[in-house]
């Protein structure tokens, strides 16, 4: 498709978007002066989902083109620029990496008996962000699930010298823990980060009995030269938590059963434990030294989140702001699918949660009574790479960072049906909770309960950086009821990260404006309430990153 067809496009919907909009009559709720429009949602999500966009990819020309839109759009409705040098877009510096080779691993035994591991049978070798070669040759440690949970009285590490050692870990967590404790403790970087602590060079990591039925070892390798992503630091570096002890591979059982010959404890009775509730896996020295020599493709690429500003207008608590976050990246083409259309267009991941959060933009700059709160709106690149440009935008804010006082973030909310109640994911953790109840109650929409906890979605989203920078949070979606459990189960089992995600489906657009004023509702709840938000005693996200002192401590 041409660029002439693209600025087309552009000037078309922004014309479109910026004339009065002739809308079917909509019921108006008499507890909120902002009627969203349903016109107004289709004619922002027609064009992000449109093919022109070729799939809005972080870093490339269609993920641009969307960003401009975006910023357009916010200087129609005299939303102020929240970037650097009076613009729109916050520059985001990505690092693309993926593996170049197969690499190697050798093993060493006591006896100085070397043997080579197989690639694709025994291992997968890790790209690396920060040096296109590694080499390094060290002693192994098994340290269990290198799970470290003072509260829980709990130090896999605890005995064991990995100084200068390359650490065996175990995936995941134990299923003792409670779900959050579970997605926070075995997510990788958390464990980098405690092997870095503690010296070691390097990590190799082993899936349990469970996690292997569940992900065989053999899948991962027709993606093992796939991109993965990062940001860039102020030295130009990409950012890797922990990265003295990166990653270096994975292996499989085949291959662990090699590491284990001879080991204090037997490979059988290490992936038995593991799955006991507790998981108390002892660690131990391993008889073997590793020689891991791998090499990775690194390349430098750019995009943008695009922050918008209205100003709160109460002189003490304008100085707070609440951050309304969407994600406007998708997957981009799909270059391993058959069929003829490629495109993935993401019209409801997440063409819908940018175009709810610019409707709820227009409701505040229209409003009669201005938000006593700062409202910042957020759009964000590379959620679809690891909630990249979140996290950067949580690192490297454009407010200071301990005026943040919350955030509500939009993601991929399923409008194919006449939805009657919304989850708020995370809204049980903090103060944040009555007030998501009160404000959506004001619209006549029941606030539910996460209907699958054990999928643990709030770390899986992009609020989930702002958490870990100790911010409240909430995380927001059509719920269940009504036809909402089959609703979503089918798209996620249909059109999820597909090219059928598209502008094709059934899309309730009435819907879609009740969404938005929903979101409405709840963001002008939380920037004109008395009291800053913060986290609930005893939470474990709170406790995490929040402790004593932090601004939305528990109190």
Same mark, same amino acid.
């Given at each position: 498709?041409?660029?002439?067809?693209?600025?087309?496009?552009?000037?078309?919907?922004?014309?479109?978007?910026?004339?009065?909009?002739?809308?079917?009559?909509?019921?108006?709720?008499?507890?909120?002066?902002?009627?969203?429009?349903?016109?107004?949602?289709r004619?922002?999500?027609?064009?992000?989902?449109?093919?022109?966009?070729?799939?809005?990819?972080?870093?490339?020309?269609?993920?641009?083109?969307?960003?401009?839109?975006?910023?357009?759009?916010?200087?129609?409705?005299?939303?102020?620029?929240?970037?650097?040098?009076?613009?729109?877009?916050?520059?985001?510096?990505?690092?693309?990496?993926?593996?170049?080779?197969?690499?190697?691993?050798?093993?060493?035994?006591?006896?100085?008996?070397?043997?080579?591991?197989?690639?694709?049978?025994?291992?997968?070798?890790?790209?690396?962000?920060?040096?296109t070669?590694?080499?390094?040759?060290?002693?192994?440690?098994?340290?269990?699930f290198?799970?470290?949970?003072?509260?829980?009285?709990?130090?896999?590490?605890?005995?064991?010298?990995?100084?200068g050692?390359?650490?065996?870990?175990?995936?995941?967590?134990?299923?003792?823990?409670?779900?959050?404790?579970?997605?926070?403790?075995?997510?990788?970087n958390?464990?980098?980060?405690?092997?870095?602590?503690?010296?070691?060079?390097?990590i190799?990591?082993?899936?349990?009995?469970?996690?292997?039925?569940?992900?065989?070892?053999?899948?991962?390798?027709?993606?093992?030269?796939?991109?993965?992503?990062?940001?860039?630091?102020?030295?130009?570096?990409?950012?890797?938590?922990?990265?003295?002890?990166?990653?270096? $591979?994975?292996?499989?059982?085949?291959?662990?059963?090699?590491? !284990? *010959?001879g080991? =204090? +404890?037997?490979?059988? @009775?290490?992936? %038995?434990a593991?799955?006991?509730?507790?998981?108390?896996?002892?660690?131990?020295?391993?008889?073997f030294?590793?020689?891991?020599?791998?090499?990775?493709?690194?390349?430098?690429r750019?995009?943008?989140?695009?922050?918008g500003?209205?100003?709160?207008?109460?002189t003490?608590?304008?100085?707070?702001?609440?951050?309304?976050?969407?994600?406007?990246?998708?997957?981009g083409?799909?270059?391993?699918?058959?069929?003829?259309?490629?495109?993935?267009?993401?019209?409801?991941?997440?063409a819908?949660?940018?175009?709810?959060?610019?409707?709820?933009?227009?409701?505040?700059?229209?409003?009669?009574?201005?938000?006593?709160?700062?409202?910042?709106?957020?759009?964000?690149? $590379?959620?679809?790479?690891?909630?990249?440009g979140?996290?950067? !935008? *949580?690192?490297? =804010? +454009?407010?200071?960072? @301990?005026?943040? %006082?919350?955030n509500?973030?939009?993601?991929?909310?399923?409008?194919?049906?006449?939805?009657?109640?919304?989850?708020?994911?995370?809204?049980?953790?903090?103060?944040?909770?009555?007030?998501?109840?009160?404000?959506?109650?004001?619209?006549?929409?029941?606030?539910?309960?996460?209907?699958?906890?054990?999928?643990?979605?709030?770390?899986?989203?992009?609020?989930?950086?702002?958490?870990?920078?100790?911010?409240?949070?909430?995380?927001?979606?059509?719920?269940?009821q009504?036809?909402?459990?089959?609703?979503?189960?089918?798209?996620?089992?249909?059109?999820?990260?597909?090219?059928?995600?598209?502008?094709?489906?059934?899309?309730?657009?009435?819907?879609?404006?009740?969404?938005?004023?929903?979101?409405?509702e709840?963001a002008?709840?939380? *920037?004109?309430?008395?009291?800053?938000?913060?986290?609930?005693?005893?939470?474990?996200?709170g406790?995490?990153?929040?402790?004593?002192?932090?601004?939305?401590a528990?109190?």
């Amino acid at each position: 498709m041409s660029f002439s067809r693209r600025a087309a496009l552009i000037s078309a919907a922004l014309l479109m978007v910026a004339q009065p909009v002739l809308a079917a009559p909509k019921a108006k709720t008499p507890a909120s002066s902002f009627t969203p429009s349903p016109d107004a949602i289709r004619a922002h999500m027609t064009f992000l989902a449109d093919d022109a966009m070729e799939g809005r990819e972080a870093g490339t020309r269609g993920y641009d083109i969307a960003a401009n839109y975006v910023a357009a759009q916010y200087a129609l409705l005299g939303v102020k620029p929240g970037a650097a040098n009076g613009s729109y877009l916050q520059r985001v510096p990505l690092l693309a990496f993926k593996n170049a080779s197969e690499g190697s691993i050798t093993l060493t035994g006591a006896d100085g008996k070397e043997q080579a591991l197989k690639f694709g049978e025994d291992y997968l070798p890790s790209a690396q962000a920060q040096t296109t070669e590694v080499n390094v040759s060290a002693p192994l440690v098994f340290v269990g699930f290198g799970l470290v949970a003072p509260e829980k009285g709990r130090d896999d590490y605890a005995g064991l010298d990995v100084k200068g050692k390359i650490v065996v870990l175990l995936s995941g967590a134990p299923s003792s823990l409670q779900t959050e404790e579970r997605a926070h403790y075995g997510n990788g970087n958390v464990k980098r980060l405690e092997a870095a602590k503690r010296g070691a060079v390097g990590i190799i990591t082993m899936s349990t009995a469970s996690g292997e039925k569940r992900r065989p070892f053999e899948r991962g390798v027709a993606g093992y030269r796939e991109w993965r992503m990062t940001w860039r630091d102020a030295n130009d570096v990409g950012h890797v938590r922990g990265v003295s002890a990166n990653n270096l $591979a994975s292996i499989s059982h085949k291959a662990a059963g090699k590491l !284990f *010959a001879g080991a =204090p +404890t037997s490979l059988e @009775a290490v992936l %038995a434990a593991a799955e006991t509730p507790e998981g108390a896996v002892k660690g131990f020295d391993l008889p073997f030294k590793a020689a891991v020599a791998l090499k990775s493709e690194i390349e430098k690429r750019e995009s943008s989140n695009v922050v918008g500003v209205i100003e709160g207008s109460d002189t003490t608590l304008k100085a707070q702001a609440i951050i309304l976050s969407a994600h406007l990246d998708h997957t981009g083409v799909n270059t391993h699918g058959t069929g003829a259309d490629k495109i993935n267009n993401g019209a409801l991941d997440n063409a819908s949660g940018i175009a709810t959060l610019l409707e709820v933009a227009r409701g505040f700059k229209n409003a009669k009574t201005k938000p006593k709160r700062t409202i910042l709106l957020v759009a964000v690149t $590379a959620e679809e790479k690891g909630l990249i440009g979140s996290e950067y !935008f *949580a690192n490297n =804010p +454009t407010v200071p960072k @301990a005026d943040i %006082a919350a955030n509500v973030n939009l993601d991929m909310p399923v409008l194919l049906y006449p939805f009657t109640d919304v989850i708020a994911f995370g809204a049980d953790r903090s103060t944040l909770g009555p007030a998501v109840a009160k404000a959506a109650g004001r619209v006549g929409i029941a606030l539910s309960g996460d209907p699958m906890p054990e999928e643990g979605l709030f770390t899986r989203s992009d609020h989930y950086r702002f958490v870990e920078q100790g911010v409240p949070s909430v995380f927001l979606m059509t719920g269940f009821q009504n036809g909402g459990e089959k609703g979503f189960k089918d798209f996620l089992a249909t059109h999820y990260h597909k090219p059928s995600d598209d502008l094709s489906l059934p899309i309730d657009y009435v819907a879609a404006a009740k969404f938005a004023l929903v979101n409405y509702e709840i963001a002008r709840e939380l *920037a004109d309430a008395k009291d800053r938000p913060v986290w609930k005693t005893g939470d474990f996200f709170g406790a995490q990153f929040a402790p004593a002192g932090h601004p939305s401590a528990a109190k």
